[in-house]
Nanobody, 115 residues
Framework: EVQLVESGGGLVHPGGSLRLSCAASGFDFGISNMAWLRQAPGKGLDWIATSNRDGNTYYASSVRGRFTISRDNNNNTLYLQLTSLRTEDTAMYYC?????????RGQGTQVTVSS
């Protein structure tokens, strides 16, 4: 059974930073393409970054240059470093092992950017 557990969210001021983690199990993490998604209040589920099994990374234009996706294949963990946070980054953040279908995903971790 695929399990994805996100953590690391919180309340941060504009311009601040956070590091999100996603602990994965139940599938071969090392050969999987992984992605981060987010859903802002009242909005749809948006893709924001992908880490492919070949080492390539891809970002949505809204986060490129501010967020960094990385992975630890030895510990089956996906990360998302968030910097220069803006109020519009406020959302529930999810990880998924299916960047195309955006499912399955974990329970999410809340990031709130507010002064």
């Amino acid at each position: 059974e695929v399990q994805l557990v996100e953590s690391g969210g919180g309340l941060v001021h504009p311009g601040g930073s956070l590091r999100l983690s996603c602990a994965a199990s139940g599938f071969d993490f090392g050969i999987s393409n992984m992605a981060w998604l987010r859903q802002a209040p009242g909005k749809g589920l948006d893709w924001i970054a992908t880490s492919n099994r070949d080492g390539n990374t891809y970002y949505a234009s809204s986060v490129r240059g501010r967020f960094t996706i990385s992975r630890d294949n030895n510990n089956n963990t996906l990360y998302l470093q968030l910097t220069s946070l803006r109020t519009e980054d406020t959302a529930m953040y999810y990880c998924t092992n299916s960047p195309i279908t955006k499912s399955p995903r974990g329970q999410g971790t809340q990031v709130t950017v507010s002064s």
